[in-house]
């Protein structure tokens, strides 16, 4: 299998006909073996009737459908499991990203990038949308040291073997680059066409980059410090012991050689000092054991997601 395409959906019973008919005149003008998953994250709407249309007329064509909404990493997650392409190609089912596309992101990759990161240049969004993005886009970039311009952008290219080694849960697919750059994947980036939203509405708010500053802190925490837990937690315990033992040789001082009113100052201080210590000692003692956790175990395959049903 050359190509495989991981699409969520949800409530797009309006554009799946024309994506799955765009997709197929491309595949059919590179001549390449290919399959196409739609992940139906428990749409409400007939998507899932459309879908088995496509899968009964199109051996191309298979579906996970989810019992509920589980959300854009859950469904990616499904996806990545069962493909079987050498490149993974995931794209929004909303028909704002153009599969005209497909051939310059194979370009790419056959360079030797193991992710290709679509960039919406010129986004057919409203202004509302577009600057918190570019600030969220920017931030990103800064705190993962990844640089591109297009994080949030769904229409990106893998290889397999990017795929079977990123693990996608929670809100984590805006971070795929960094993730992937973390362990030691060739990152790049490619312009694309970013198409006007013809049917339905955008599933994604402004609340969505409040829990996106969230997951950036958790997967910036997790990238430098999952394999060395006690650096950091470790180090805070290093940090609190050496300020109480500066306040308990303070202490000492005031009391051993300062006045009357030194000696009672120096009482707050030595409590200060032992809360410090106590602090610091514990903090030490739980990095160690994060680092025993870490080293005697491995992390379970998580599964989210319930399946009503699969084709």
Known sequence: MDISF??????????LLQLHSEITAQMAKLGRSYEIFFINDGSTDSSLDLIKKLANEDGHVH?????????KSEALSAG?????????????????????????????????YDLVSGWKK??????????????????????????????????????????????????????????????????????VNHR??????????LERYARGFLDLLTVTFLAVYTRRPAHIIGG???????????CLFLSWLLYFFGNMKQVMA?????????????????AVFLGLISELLVARSRTPERTIHSIKEEF
Request: hydrophobic share 40%; net charge neutral.
């Open 196 to 205: 006007a939203r013809i049917h339905g509405k955008s599933k994604f708010g």
């Open 63 to 71: 579906c996970v459908s989810f019992r509920r909404n589980f959300g």
């Open 266 to 282: 120096a009482v707050p201080f030595f409590m200060t000092a032992l809360a410090f210590i106590v602090f610091g000692g514990l």
């Open 122 to 191: 010129e986004r057919h969004d409203p202004l509302e949308k577009r600057l918190p993005s570019k600030l969220f886009n920017a931030t990103v970039s800064w705190m993962t040291g990844v640089k591109l311009h297009d994080f949030n952008c769904g229409f990106k290219c893998y290889t397999k073997e990017c795929t079977e080694e990123l693990d996608v849960y929670g809100e984590r697919h805006r971070f795929m680059p960094a993730l992937a750059n973390e362990r030691g994947f060739k990152v790049g980036e490619l312009v």
């Open 80 to 112: 990545f499991k069962r493909v079987k392409g050498k490149y993974v190609f995931t794209l929004d089912a909303d028909l704002q990203d153009d599969p005209s596309e497909i051939p310059a992101f194979l370009a790419m990759m056959e360079e030797g």
């Open 6 to 15: 991981v699409i969520p959906v949800y409530n797009e019973e309006g554009d």
């Open 236 to 246: 805070v315990g290093v940090l609190s012991l050496i300020l109480g033992g500066f």
